[in-house]
Structure formats: structure tokens, C-alpha cells
């Protein structure tokens, strides 16, 4: 599996819930500090997500090193995100992944650092009080004027995109939420923060399965995004 090319970013997305074999497939490609990490799960379902979502990394990092996916070496980063470790990564690509209910999404490209989130679609009664608490006031205001019944879905549009800046950023949760603004609702969507735009960043609505939002982001110009969908063997 060739590495994206420059300027491009290749996205997956995959059901965390496959066939039992399959799960049991992801699973033998686990590291010990992996497995470790798996049995301090206290509910199955979340063990279950954790083993599949670790497991395809592996598989696609596997394809793009051409190695086998038990052998993908992690080094970890602040808030402990995992990157390749250096001796497996001549190439200098970079990868994100989120989930949100049974679907993952990760986010592959070369030389730059990206970011991507992903969000299952719920109801979101306080969304207005959540946006005067996350959103800057220029992303509230947009909000404020979307109709009722889109609330929801133009909160998780806003909110996803947020995310994938922060996560690009590498500095979690901590990032001032409400000191920059994704222009997501403009052509092309842009960043600003504090209050001017920064040309180099990309800002993509991306194209997930239905009930859900996902958006990326990257640290300088996107010309290509390539969605597509990992298939399990069992």
C-alpha cells in the first residue's frame, strides 16, 4: 500500500463491531502494553472498541510500511498520542485517528501534522449553553442562527472541526477552545485565531457514515482527500 503523496491525505473508517473472527484478527496483533491496557477495561463493549480500533491501526500502518502489523512500533507523544517510532519512519508520515460509537476514523499523510475527529450524531438539548462554554463567539452567533432542527447535527459540524484543530495542535483539551474560530460554513473554511486568518492551515468537512460528522485538519494546504473503508478479512 503506497504512502499518500504530497499534499494528500488518505482517511479510513471502519465499524469497531465486526464478526467475532475478526475481532479475535485485531486482537493478535496487539503489543503486551496493548493487552495490558485491554484488560483494565471494566465493560466488554469498551475493551471490545479499544482491541479493533488498536488493531486496524496496526493493518493500515502495517500496508504502509510493509511490515506485518504486530511488528508497527509506537513512540508516544504529550497526552500520550501515539506516532511511529523514528526507526520505522524514514517516510515522515504522520497519522490521527477518533471514534465515536461503533465507527473509527484515522488519518494519514506525509511530512505535516493532521488532525481528525469523529461524532456520533445525539441530541443536544444544552447545545446553545455548550457552544457559549466551548465555541468562540463568532462560531456561537452562527449557531444561534441555525434553524431548531439543525441544531444538533451544526453543533457536531462546529464541534468536529474544533476538535481536529486541537488534535492537529497535539495539545488536548487544553488548547483555548474559545480563542480561534473554524470557519467551517465558508468557502473554502478557514481558520482564524485570535483574529486573523492563518492561510497555511486546512480545514475539511469530511464524508462519514450516515448519524455521523467528522472533519479534518491540517497544518498546511490540502490539495487531495481520499476517504475510504477498511475491510476485515473474517
Given at each position: 500500500?503506497?504512502?499518500?503523496?504530497?499534499?494528500?491525505?488518505?482517511i479510513?473508517?471502519?465499524?469497531?463491531?465486526?464478526?467475532?473472527?475478526?475481532i479475535?484478527?485485531?486482537?493478535?496483533?496487539?503489543?503486551?502494553?496493548?493487552?495490558?491496557?485491554l484488560?483494565r477495561?471494566?465493560?466488554?463493549?469498551?475493551?471490545?472498541?479499544?482491541a479493533?480500533?488498536?488493531?486496524?491501526?496496526?493493518?493500515?500502518?502495517?500496508g504502509?510500511?510493509?511490515?506485518?502489523?504486530?511488528?508497527?512500533?509506537?513512540?508516544?507523544?504529550?497526552?500520550?498520542?501515539?506516532v511511529?517510532?523514528?526507526s520505522?519512519?524514514?517516510?515522515?508520515?504522520?497519522?490521527?485517528?477518533?471514534?465515536?460509537?461503533?465507527?473509527?476514523?484515522?488519518?494519514?499523510?506525509?511530512?505535516?501534522e493532521?488532525?481528525?475527529?469523529?461524532e456520533?450524531?445525539?441530541?443536544?438539548?444544552?447545545?446553545?449553553?455548550?457552544?457559549?462554554?466551548?465555541?468562540?463567539?463568532v462560531?456561537?452567533?452562527?449557531?444561534?442562527?441555525?434553524?431548531?432542527?439543525?441544531?444538533?447535527?451544526?453543533f457536531?459540524?462546529?464541534?468536529?472541526c474544533?476538535?481536529?484543530?486541537?488534535?492537529?495542535?497535539g495539545?488536548?483539551?487544553?488548547?483555548?477552545?474559545?480563542?480561534?474560530?473554524?470557519?467551517?460554513?465558508?468557502?473554502?473554511?478557514h481558520l482564524?485565531?485570535?483574529?486573523?486568518?492563518?492561510?497555511?492551515?486546512?480545514?475539511?468537512?469530511?464524508?462519514?457514515?450516515?448519524?455521523?460528522?467528522?472533519?479534518?485538519?491540517?497544518?498546511?494546504p490540502?490539495?487531495?482527500?481520499?476517504?475510504?473503508?477498511?475491510h476485515?478479512?473474517?
Amino acid at each position: 500500500m503506497q504512502s499518500p503523496p504530497p499534499s494528500t491525505v488518505h482517511i479510513w473508517y471502519t465499524r469497531l463491531d465486526p464478526s467475532a473472527p475478526a475481532i479475535a484478527q485485531m486482537e493478535a496483533a496487539l503489543a503486551p502494553d496493548e493487552w495490558a491496557r485491554l484488560r483494565r477495561f471494566h465493560f466488554a463493549r469498551d475493551a471490545r472498541r479499544y482491541a479493533v480500533r488498536r488493531g486496524v491501526l496496526r493493518h493500515l500502518l502495517g500496508g504502509y510500511l510493509s511490515v506485518t502489523p504486530a511488528d508497527v512500533a509506537f513512540a508516544y507523544g504529550p497526552q500520550q498520542k501515539p506516532v511511529l517510532a523514528e526507526s520505522q519512519n524514514q517516510t515522515g508520515l504522520h497519522f490521527n485517528l477518533s471514534d465515536s460509537g461503533e465507527v473509527a476514523v484515522y488519518a494519514f499523510a506525509i511530512g505535516q501534522e493532521i488532525g481528525v475527529d469523529v461524532e456520533e450524531h445525539r441530541n443536544f438539548p444544552d447545545a446553545h449553553q455548550l457552544a457559549q462554554r466551548f465555541f468562540s463567539p463568532v462560531e456561537a452567533e452562527w449557531l444561534g442562527n441555525q434553524p431548531a432542527e439543525q441544531t444538533p447535527t451544526a453543533f457536531l459540524r462546529c464541534w468536529t472541526c474544533k476538535e481536529a484543530v486541537v488534535k492537529a495542535l497535539g495539545s488536548g483539551l487544553m488548547a483555548p477552545l474559545q480563542e480561534f474560530t473554524v470557519a467551517h460554513w465558508q468557502t473554502p473554511p478557514h481558520l482564524l485565531w485570535p483574529a486573523a486568518s492563518i492561510p497555511d492551515w486546512s480545514i475539511h468537512l469530511l464524508n462519514p457514515p450516515p448519524n455521523y460528522s467528522a472533519a479534518l485538519a491540517a497544518t498546511s494546504p490540502i490539495t487531495a482527500i481520499q476517504e475510504r473503508h477498511f475491510h476485515f478479512d473474517r
